[in-house]
């Protein structure tokens, strides 16, 4: 039986802060997770649909560039993926995981809820450390990302993954273009 919830870290974790997806999957594996799929991916477009699809959750972990950058900054966002002409974020990969995301709603292949953990980058050369900023960012994530997954699969918990339960840190809360954003931690 498939688990009704995936948590999908993408990126590359030789490329610096790009690795933050997979940086979360490996903490939330040592944290162990029952019965919830964890999968790295480097975003490719099908390959994301096929993890999330048919899915109560999917969670996906990702790196930004944003303008102006604030590293270690992280954004939560809530499906509707918002139709907009410009961008103040971009993926750090060559394929946009906002295009998974907007082919998956035309196919009808979108799990129930899809909240995405977007968190700025500094760094994306090549190496095999997150920046300290990412890192500190890729530990508050990992326990986000862990409470809501648990909120998700024990009838107990809080059933709405877009109202999770806190951790610490402090959030803020803005609605954006039917978008509920967040931020975390000691950045605006």
């Known amino acids: ?21 997979p940086a979360v999957i490996h903490r939330l594996r040592a944290a162990g997770l029952p019965g919830v799929t964890l999968a790295e991916s480097d975003g490719e477009t099908g390959a994301l649909i096929l993890l999330w699809q048919r899915r109560r959750l999917a969670i996906l972990i990702d790196a930004i560039h944003a303008d102006p950058p604030h590293p270690g900054r992280i954004h939560r966002l809530v499906t509707p993926w918002p139709q907009t002409g410009s961008r103040t974020a971009a993926s750090t990969h060559a394929t946009d995981p906002g295009e998974a995301i907007t082919l998956g709603a035309v196919l009808g292949r979108l799990p129930e809820q899809l909240v995405v953990y977007a968190v700025e980058a500094s760094d994306t050369g090549f190496g ?19 409470a809501e997954a648990r909120a998700v ?28 954003e967040h931020c975390l931690a000691g950045r605006p």
């Open 1 to 21: 039986m498939r688990p009704d919830v995936v948590i999908i870290g993408v990126g590359n974790p030789y490329r610096r802060d790009d690795g933050i997806g």
């Open 128 to 146: 095999a450390h997150l920046s300290p900023e990412v890192a500190a960012a890729a530990d508050l994530v990992a326990e986000q990302v862990a």
């Open 153 to 180: 699969i024990q009838p107990s918990g809080t059933k709405d993954p877009a109202r999770p339960p806190p951790v610490r840190g402090q959030w803020r809360r803005s609605q954006t273009r039917g978008i509920n």
